[in-house]
């Protein structure tokens, strides 16, 4: 792997030497006040009428041919600046960007090129600054970036207190979260009420549901990338908030001005220390949920050519039944990168990370009769990335990288009047691997594509037992064991590679119109194995195996893209459908959790999700916001279960209605409202039933043959600005804010699933009667405030 990147990198760097008369600009584009790098500003060469973006390190490179030129930086919220350059040599030029004091009557609610949706390449992502996102009504009024993104097309979740999000028909566990590139395998604090991601310290988010780079892999329905914060590099600033749940509080400034800079900032909720004075001498003693997390990041310019940057993650949830019993889960992640430009025109990155995801349980009001147990998935990564600006119509990109699983399953002990029992999993072991190659090229002023490959591997290794499994006698039932070795230590037990093509291309009508379409196949070698209604924190992560092989999913996506009002008004319409392989499901019955036969519970299906997403945004004035609605299908097939037929996922929505509106009142108020229409989740319906010794026992002739109700809320906020300016006219140091919010206005009881159980009573013929029973996570509407302040 390493000899094909030195390979490559030699041929792109002769092919650069080709070319030696034209000259290149670079450099990296910030923000004046903080000198954070802008992700996503266009650099225009006016007299060519061409340029770049910056990439997600704020750097750029354009290279043409010598002669005077006008360069223009523009970043929408920003005073855009001219600069002349005369070209006859290689030339950086890092420029910084001043932040518009907007009028009312100007606010803006993105942070890219105002016409971006149609000139830029990508299609199928969903991106929202902070800024945005701080405007929408949030649950107990605290900002939040996963929730924020379900209001956008295609992103759904089954309800209130279910973890993570789904995309395209995607599972959770189908969705690769990254945070500064280490991966984050549960992205939800207090059961999917709040995400992990901290506000103050992000810097810019993306959801890539279609079109994905090659770069990118691993999952099959998504890549959610977000970035943190550098610091500020120029000075000191405090940031946080009080809620009605928990506080925050962030720090950040220069280390060395101009050179180094940090971040700092934590999160801790305190229902438990307020609800602890009145669950003392009584039962609910040390019951309680809660979270905390810390987020921190720093960076130095060892010069103008190389930069570091080191952060890291640690959060967790404790969930208390009393002082001895509960269970807790929580993420840790570190990440290490290094930027260095080789020349004008190649950039690269390189990534060290480690992701650290452990969640555990423990029952037992004595340390002589307990159970406990406890199991972590962590990962190592090695990635290496180039990009290589070739010319105005070229940018190369390559790189590999390499991961290292290790599965800890079960650690499992069981204590009965003192006698211990150790039922624990063995660990299992996997390394994954890719390359990958990919070019985005502007064939003339209507034409851009964006193509490339990657080429991934799996290994399965040992140490450990190793299960074959006889076929069961009739599908959908478990498959028994036919035999079972033993495998050394990093033996290979099993090995997967696939080839993953991508393809994108962007075509303009006009000015304001494109039309874009893509094509992209992914691998996902680990699988989250979870038979509950909705993804719960304990869930199992397994890699594939002898028995589970990759899953694997193409998708195909078209869509129109248009703007309106000199791009006030943005539309969108995408179709897509989605064709997947090797889907994992469960026998009915199926024990996921401590079960070292668990392959044999498992089968395997193909799935397909198709529909149709619409978008329209207005990104100014007054009044602004969007409104999404996506009419989407998914199904699985899966032999043993339906008799063969399709059916629908849990997590198959028809109708998916979003709008988000935000009126910005006066200098001191801006309202926001969101409303949501959802259709009803599938869920198992009993076929029949029978009685056995008074008790009525269900049986299911389909699976997810039923639909919950339908779901729909109604969120308000308003947020009153404080004073910004003293009394003489100077700006105050304090900047501060009041949110308040009521989530579920009109109080509605969502149902989040349906379950049947008996009665006492009989019916006239004497058999027990039944009745569904309907569960609402949140049955009324919740009302709170937080201040937020900054100085």
């Known amino acids: 792997m390493k000899k094909l990147i030195l390979t490559l990198l030699s041929g792109v760097l002769l092919f650069s030497a080709s070319g030696q008369e034209k000259f290149t600009i670079s450099g990296y584009v910030k923000d004046q006040s903080d000198g954070e790098t802008l992700i996503g500003a266009t650099v225009l060469i006016r007299e060519l009428s061409s340029g770049n973006i910056t990439n997600v390190y704020g750097f750029y490179s354009i290279t043409i041919p010598p002669g005077e030129y006008s360069v223009e930086y523009r970043y929408v919220g920003y005073q855009p600046i001219q600069k002349t350059v005369s070209l006859n040599q290689n030339v950086r030029l890092d420029v910084e960007l001043l932040s518009t004091e907007q009028k009312l009557e100007e606010v803006v609610v993105t942070a890219k090129p105002e016409d971006e949706n149609v000139s830029g390449m990508e299609m199928s992502t969903a991106e ?66 709040f995400s992990v991601f901290n506000p103050d310290a992000v810097k810019d988010v993306k959801l890539y549901k ?45 280390i060395a001005e101009n050179k180094s800079s940090f971040i700092l900032a934590g999160r801790r909720s305190y229902i438990d220390v307020l609800a602890q004075p009145f669950l003392k ?66 950039f690269s990155n390189t990534t060290l990370f480690l992701s650290d995801y452990d969640y555990s349980f423990q029952v037992g009001e004595t340390k002589d009769d307990l159970f406990s147990w406890k199991s972590r998935i962590l990962t190592y990564n090695f990635k290496e990335q180039f990009s290589y600006f070739i010319n105005t119509s070229n940018e190369l990109s390559f790189g590999a990288e390499a991961i290292l699983y290790r599965f800890k399953p079960a650690e499992v002990l069981g204590v009965s009047d003192g006698e211990e029992s150790d039922i624990s999993l063995d660990e299992r072991k996997s390394i994954e691997t890719a390359i990958y190659l990919g070019n985005t090229q502007k064939v ?35 498959r028994p064991v036919s035999s079972i070795e033993q495998a050394d230590n990093w033996e290979t037990i099993q090995f997967y590679s696939n080839l993953e093509p991508r393809f994108s291309f962007k075509y303009s009508v006009n000015p304001s119109t494109s039309i874009k379409g893509s094509y ?120 043993g279960i339906n008799e063969g037929d399709w059916y629908p996922t849990r997590f198959d929505q028809t109708h998916n209605v979003k709008v988000t509106a935000n009126y910005d009142w006066s200098e001191k108020w801006s309202v926001s409202a969101n409303f949501t229409y959802i259709t009803g989740t599938p869920y198992t319906l009993p076929s029949y039933r029978y009685e056995n010794q008074g008790y009525t026992i269900p049986g299911v002739l389909g699976r997810n043959n039923g639909r919950i109700p339908d779901y729909h809320r109604l969120d308000l906020s308003a947020t009153w600005y404080m004073r910004t300016l003293k009394s003489d006219g100077s700006p105050k140091k304090l900047q501060d804010h009041w949110v308040f919010t009521v989530y579920n206005v009109y109080a509605r009881r969502n149902p989040f699933s349906i379950y049947f159980a008996q009665t006492d009573d009989l019916s006239v013929a004497g058999q027990a009667i039944t009745q569904a029973n309907q569960v609402s996570i949140l049955g009324t509407f919740v009302p709170a405030v937080s201040y937020n302040f900054k100085f």
């Open 520 to 639: 992209n196949r992914m691998s996902q070698y680990i699988h989250l194995v979870s038979n509950t209604t909705a993804s719960l924190p304990t869930d199992v992560w397994t890699p594939s195996t002898n028995n589970i092989k990759p899953q694997l999913a193409d998708q195909v996506a078209l869509g129109v893209f248009k703007n309106f009002l000199n791009n006030q008004l943005e539309t969108s319409v995408e179709v897509y459908y989605k064709e997947s392989q090797n889907q994992v499901d469960y026998i009915d019955g199926a024990e996921i959790l401590i079960n070292r036969f668990l392959e044999g519970d498992l089968l395997s299906g193909d799935g397909r999700a198709y529909g149709a997403e619409f978008f329209v945004k207005k990104n100014s004035g007054k009044i602004n916001g969007w409104v999404s609605y996506t009419l989407a299908r998914t199904e699985l097939k899966v032999e």
């Open 444 to 478: 003339n002023d209507r034409l851009s594509l964006q193509y490339g490959v990657r080429l991934s591997g799996f290994q399965y290794l040992g140490a450990g037992s190793i299960y074959y499994y006889e076929d069961a006698e009739v599908k959908g039932e478990r």
């Open 128 to 193: 929202l600054d902070i800024t945005t996102i701080q405007k929408i009504p949030a649950f107990l009024g605290e900002v939040d970036v996963v929730k924020s993104l379900q209001l956008l097309p295609g992103v759904t979740t089954v309800g209130e207190g279910a973890s993570g999000f789904n995309v395209r028909g995607g599972s959770v566990g189908q969705n690769l979260i990254l945070l500064d590139e280490a991966p984050v395998y549960n992205s939800s604090h207090m059961f999917g009420f």
């Open 281 to 346: 001498n009584n039962d609910l003693d040390g019951v309680g949920l809660r979270f905390y997390d810390l987020t921190g990041k720093t960076n130095y310019y060892i010069s103008d050519k190389d930069r570091i940057y080191l952060s890291g993650y640690l959060g967790r949830d404790v969930f208390k039944f009393d002082a001895n019993q509960g269970f807790d889960w929580g993420n840790k992640t570190a990440s290490l990168r290094w930027n260095h430009l080789f020349n004008d025109r190649i």
């Open 210 to 254: 279609g079109g994905i780079p090659a770069e990118y892999g691993g999952r099959l329905s998504s890549i959610l990338d977000v970035r943190m914060k550098e610091g500020n590099i120029k000075k000191y600033e405090v940031n946080g908030g009080v809620g009605t749940i928990f506080s925050r509080f962030a720090v950040e400034g220069p």
